[in-house]
């Protein structure tokens, strides 16, 4: 006489259980770092698009002539900040370049982390011909 058992042990159950519970327990874990990545990803594009910004009206104001026709002459062609926007602080320099009729722009864009200020650097050259 033979007996045919359909179903589960108890002890396949358990282990089936266990394990499923290991491979949750890890997707939790690794969607928490996702978070995290996605919201410092997010600060750093803010951060370089205001950059970006200061630097392109730095160079729209070096591009304007005076009177005379001379460039990086105009009034707000100058270092200056800092200026905070959306948690970003961005501070600005204008110094003469290393080339005659030149000037080397550099925005520094500031934002905070869990571990620390952390900062983006844009640095340029425009010609005052």
Request: charged share 10%; proline share 2%.
């Given at each position: 006489m033979t007996h045919t058992?359909?179903?589960?042990?108890?002890?396949?159950?358990m282990i089936a259980i266990m394990i499923l519970g290991i491979g949750i327990t890890a997707l939790a874990g690794g969607s928490a770092l996702v978070t995290r990545q996605v919201s410092r990803g997010r600060i750093v594009t803010v951060a370089s698009q205001l950059a970006e910004q200061k630097l392109d009206s730095l160079r729209m104001l070096a591009a304007q002539p005076n009177?005379?026709?001379?460039?990086c002459t105009h009034g707000?062609?100058?270092?200056?900040?800092?200026?905070?926007?959306?948690?970003?602080?961005?501070t600005w320099?204008?110094?003469n370049g290393a080339v005659a009729k030149t000037r080397d722009l550099s925005v520094v864009a500031a934002y905070?982390?869990?571990?620390?200020?952390r900062n983006v650097t844009f640095n340029t050259t425009v010609g005052c011909f």
């Amino acid at each position: 006489m033979t007996h045919t058992t359909k179903g589960f042990t108890m002890i396949e159950v358990m282990i089936a259980i266990m394990i499923l519970g290991i491979g949750i327990t890890a997707l939790a874990g690794g969607s928490a770092l996702v978070t995290r990545q996605v919201s410092r990803g997010r600060i750093v594009t803010v951060a370089s698009q205001l950059a970006e910004q200061k630097l392109d009206s730095l160079r729209m104001l070096a591009a304007q002539p005076n009177g005379a026709g001379a460039r990086c002459t105009h009034g707000g062609f100058v270092g200056g900040g800092p200026s905070t926007v959306r948690g970003v602080t961005l501070t600005w320099t204008v110094a003469n370049g290393a080339v005659a009729k030149t000037r080397d722009l550099s925005v520094v864009a500031a934002y905070n982390t869990l571990r620390g200020v952390r900062n983006v650097t844009f640095n340029t050259t425009v010609g005052c011909f």
